[in-house]
C-alpha cells in the first residue's frame, strides 16, 4: 500500500504565478483534504473533495481551486501567488461511510514564491 | 469547533513515560478527541482517538477524564524518534458518515533527550 502520494515534493514559483499540486489519496480511499501549513503553524483546513465536489471549504480565497477526479485523485490551484502562499502544503486522504475513520497524510509539498 | 489547549514544550528523558496533556472544555458530547503527530518536515501521523472511554493502541494510552474537558497521551517508553509536534484535536463533523476536517493548534513539541 503507497499510502498517500504528493507531487512535486518541492517546489519554487515566482510571484503572481500558477501552480498545481497533486495528490493520490491511500487505496480505499475516496475523500481527499487539503491543507496549509505555514512555517512554525499547525495545519490549516482548506478545503474537501469527495464524489469530485467540493463539500466544505476553509477560511481560504478563491485564488484557491481543486478539482477530483474519477480515480479518487487531487489536484489543488492557486493562481496569483503570493509571498505568503510559501508553505507545506499537505494533502490527506480518509473514507466516507465508516464513521471514525482516521486521516492518513502525505508528505507534503513544500512550495516557495519569490 | 471546539478549542484545545495544549502546552507549547515538554522534555522527556528516554525510555520514561510521556504524558501529554490537553485541554478541550468545550467539547461536545459527540465530539471526538484526535491526537496526531509530525515529526520534522513530514506530514501528520495518525496516533489514536477517543469519545469517553480510555483507548490504547501500540503506540500510546489516552485517558480522557470524565467530565471530558481534558485528556491525556501517554507514550508509555518514551524514544528518540517520539521526538515530535503532538496535536491534541477535537473532531468537528462536517456531514453524515466520517466527512469532517481536523482544526489543529500548535500542538505540543515534545524533546525526548538521551
Known amino acids: 500500500d503507497a499510502g498517500v502520494t504528493q507531487s512535486p515534493t518541492h517546489l519554487i514559483k515566482t510571484r503572481g504565478q500558477q501552480v498545481t499540486l497533486r495528490c493520490s489519496p491511500k487505496?480505499?480511499?475516496?475523500?481527499v483534504s487539503w491543507y496549509q501549513q505555514a512555517l512554525g503553524q499547525g495545519p490549516q483546513f482548506i478545503f474537501q473533495?469527495?464524489?469530485?465536489?467540493?463539500?466544505q471549504r476553509g477560511n481560504f480565497p478563491d485564488r484557491f481551486s481543486g478539482h477530483q477526479f474519477p480515480n479518487y485523485s487531487s489536484e489543488l490551484n492557486v493562481n496569483a501567488l503570493l509571498l505568503g502562499d510559501s508553505a507545506l502544503y499537505l494533502c490527506a486522504s480518509s473514507r466516507q461511510g465508516l464513521r471514525n475513520t482516521e486521516a492518513f497524510f502525505g508528505q507534503g509539498t513544500r512550495l516557495t514564491v519569490v | 469547533d471546539a478549542k484545545t489547549t495544549q502546552p507549547p514544550s515538554m522534555d522527556c528523558a528516554e525510555g520514561r513515560a510521556a504524558n501529554l496533556p490537553c485541554n478541550h472544555s468545550t467539547i461536545s458530547g459527540n465530539e471526538y478527541v484526535y491526537w496526531y503527530r509530525q515529526i520534522h518536515s513530514q506530514g501528520p501521523q495518525y496516533i489514536i482517538h477517543g469519545l469517553k472511554n480510555n483507548e490504547t493502541n501500540e503506540m500510546a494510552s489516552l485517558i480522557i477524564t470524565e467530565d471530558r474537558k481534558s485528556s491525556t497521551l501517554i507514550l508509555p517508553h518514551a524514544t528518540l524518534r517520539d521526538t515530535a509536534v503532538y496535536y491534541c484535536?477535537?473532531?468537528?463533523?462536517?456531514?453524515?458518515?466520517?466527512?469532517?476536517?481536523?482544526?489543529f493548534g500548535k500542538g505540543t513539541l515534545l524533546t525526548v533527550n538521551p
Open positions: 487505496s480505499g480511499h475516496d475523500t
Open positions: 473533495y469527495y464524489e469530485e465536489e467540493e463539500r
Open positions: 484535536i477535537v473532531r468537528v463533523g462536517l456531514g453524515g458518515g466520517s466527512n469532517y476536517k481536523l482544526t
